[in-house]
């Protein structure tokens, strides 16, 4: 009798097992079918939103769905990193992920989440940090500014996204390098930021290239540097603030990727990275990004992702040992 009930526990675990394999099939097939969240990090007008936007267009045509575009800005990004925490792995709610709500704000912050508490599903794009100035500053070179920083009884007032992003910490550590004070005025997103450099009311920024540069390109700004080891493809013509005479090795690159909620059904992060690698293939969205200031980056499966991830939180946690904005 014990064996026959065995048999019969046996014979039914074998059928929810096949059941479930025929479910994540077709539960692929019919995705998505409805509207899907996309959620961005920052407000409206910044450098993520702008690359969220195109990217929500690009995914609604491969999808036959609407992609609707959710700003939830605030914490350096990680009030939209927790509301993902809390989503149905259905699908249904993504995220534009950056570097800086998913690997550097998270332990400053104390968000209880780090990248690896996500679905990947794909890099998107890379960009890079630049040091721009009100026209009328002093500086108009790395140079210029350390020795203006250095004379200067009182530090030097940069605006930055967020209290724990790359951006402000990449000011910080262009000050350390140059010798000289700098402190951050903290804005929630890219937009005033610019509003307040261009009416002068903040001299410096540290600020994603993509935002900055059509006011760089118009003269209402002038950029002093590119906060990287290479210089920008986007916009070749700027220096980056390693090739001055003192700072060496200050970086603080960009980027962009596409994450969902952990546990997430492998068949439909399979229908996303698909679509997404369709998008990465088209000479027109790659074109419009460029000229935007962002490099689409080339692609590569979930996995291969999820590796890159993994890689930015080594690489980023001794710069949050040793740096902190002020």
Known sequence: MALFKHAQRLRASLLLACAAACVLPAFAQIYPDKPITLIVPYPPGAAVDRVAR??????????????????????????????????????????????????????????????????????????????????GFAANNVDELIELGRKSREPLLSGATGTATMQ????????????????????????????????GQVQLGTIALTSALPFIRDGKLKAIGILSM???????????????????????????????????PPAVVARLSSAVREIMASASYREAEFKSGSVVADFAEPAAFGKFLAQEEERVRPLLANVKPE
């Not at 210089?231 to 200050?250: F, H, L, M």
């Open 54 to 135: 195109g990217l929500s267009l690009e995914l609604g045509k491969r999808l036959g769905q609407s992609v609707i575009v959710d700003n939830v800005a605030g914490a350096s990004g990680t009030v939209a990193g927790k509301r993902m925490l809390r989503t149905q792995p259905d699908g249904y709610t993504l995220m534009i992920g950056t570097v800086n709500e998913l690997v550097v704000a998270p332990p400053v912050m104390k968000a209880g989440y780090t990248a690896r508490d996500f679905t990947p599903i794909a890099k998107i794009s890379n960009n890079s940090t630049v040091l721009v100035a009100h026209p």
């Open 230 to 264: 290479h210089r920008d493809p986007t916009a070749a013509n700027i220096p980056t603030v390693n090739e001055g005479k003192t700072v060496k090795n200050v970086q603080a690159d960009l980027w962009t990727g596409l994450i969902g909620p952990a546990h997430m």
């Open 168 to 199: 402000t910490f990449g000011g910080t550590m262009l000050a350390n390098a140059g010798g000289f004070k700098m402190t951050h005025v903290v804005y929630k997103g890219g937009s005033p930021l610019l509003n307040d450099l261009v009416a």
